[in-house]
């Protein structure tokens, strides 16, 4: 745990998650941008004991109020970002950032970057040399707190969608009974 002392609007502290944390986790990620999950179907993977050289983990890093922050939250936990290691039979030393997200109430207060910060601390301990992640360019406040955190541009990705006229046909017919395409050829 580390008590954070860069004298902030909202005194915190910052540590990883334990299990006792997931209705916590739970509760912060609907104020996020990211799809949900059900993290208590998967504890393995964020709190068991995984072999790390063939699963991948994923470390979450949070931002908890001083005890002498009042607050009418249900839970103390305001601010956190995930790390997602690669099983180390990868060979990859690029640890992936994902679902950054503080409570709407205690943004603008320097918790994100603050965990975020930490995390860049504590990954090189873990083999990690660079962090990549992902940001929708128009979300203006997660953009410049990368950049400002030193994350460059790599390449921009384009995301596609074709829509499917969905018919009472195509739902019936079981996939197997389809014919191969090289069947018509
Ligand atoms: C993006 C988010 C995590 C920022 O959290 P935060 O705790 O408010 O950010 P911080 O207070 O640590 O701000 C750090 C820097 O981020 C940038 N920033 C944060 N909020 C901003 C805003 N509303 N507009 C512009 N820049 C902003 C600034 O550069 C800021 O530094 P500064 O205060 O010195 O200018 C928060 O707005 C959030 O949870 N948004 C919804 C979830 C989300 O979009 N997550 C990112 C998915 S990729």
Known sequence: MRQHDAAP??????????VDDISAIEW???FGTSPHRAISRDVDKYFGSVDPS??????IFLA??????????PFRVVGKAELLLAPTMLISDVGYIKRVVVH???RKHGLARAVLEYVVQQAPLLGVRSLDLHVWEGNAAAVKLYESLG???????????LPLAATAEA????????A???EHA
């Open 171 to 178: 739902a019936v017919v079981p996939t197997a009974e389809r």
């Open 151 to 161: 994350f460059a541009l790599r390449h921009r990705e384009l995301y596609l969608r």
């Open 54 to 59: 063939v699963h991948e983990r994923n470390l």
């Open 28 to 30: 912060l990620d609907a």
């Open 9 to 18: 609007a909202a005194p915190f502290t910052l540590r990883l998650a334990q």
């Open 64 to 73: 908890e109020l001083a005890p002498q922050m009042a607050t009418d939250a």
């Open 180 to 182: 191969a395409p090289d």
């Open 104 to 106: 709407p109430h205690w």
